[in-house]
Structures are given as C-alpha cells and as structure tokens.
C-alpha cells in the first residue's frame, strides 16, 4: 500500500512537470507579435494569399500565401476582403483573422 502510494505522488509530480515544461516551450516558439493587414488575393484549400504592407520586424510588403490557425476562417474570408490578423516572428500563419469592414466606404455616403 505505501509503496502505491509513493508511486501514485511520483506519477502526479510528473504529470505536473510535464505539463509546465510544455507551456514553457510553446511560449518559447512562438516568437514577438505582430499584427498584419492586408487584402485576400486568393483563397486556397489550406491557405490564404494576402497583399499586406510591410510588417515592421517581421516581413517587406508582399503578396503571399499563409496558413491559418482555424480552417473555417478559409471558409468565411472571400477574395477582395482585407482582413486584420496576428503573426509571430518565424511563423507564417495567420492567427485570430478579422475582416475589417470598409470604412472608407461607409464615410463616403
Ligand atoms: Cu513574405
């Protein structure tokens, strides 16, 4: 019975640890934020091409295509829709992706 016991503790540290140690290196991969916008060019099975501007420390202003943290995001964004997202350093997908709705439009009327 003690010896379960101590096996049982040891098991729960390790799981612990396990756990901390993954947290710490998915911060680690993802690097500084930045946040990208830009208009869809094209829309694929598994990525989304965009136009962005440059993106201070992270990319020059380019045409490109990027993979994105959920695939219905591939589903709701069309071609023609500028969209806001954020990117990591190193990491070219595209995480939480808005569309920004076109305000120049609705200030014109
Ligand atoms: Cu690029």
Do not use: F, W
Not at 37 to 44: I, P, S, T
Not at 62 to 77: G, H, P
Not at 80 to 98: F, N
Request: glycine share 8%; charged share 25%; hydrophobic share 40%.
């Amino acid at each position: 019975m003690r010896v379960h016991r101590i096996l049982h503790v040891l098991a729960v540290a390790l799981a612990i640890a396990c756990l901390v140690g993954m947290t710490a290196t998915a911060q680690q991969a993802k690097g500084k934020s930045h946040t990208l916008e830009g208009k869809v060019e094209g829309v694929q099975t598994d990525r989304l091409t965009v136009n962005h501007g440059k993106v201070e420390g992270y990319m020059d202003a380019m045409t490109m295509a990027y993979k994105v943290d959920k695939s219905d995001v591939l589903k709701k964004v069309k071609v023609g829709d500028r969209i806001s997202a954020t990117v990591y350093d190193g990491d070219y997908t595209l995480y939480d992706v808005h569309v920004v709705p076109p305000a120049d439009k609705a200030k014109q009327k």
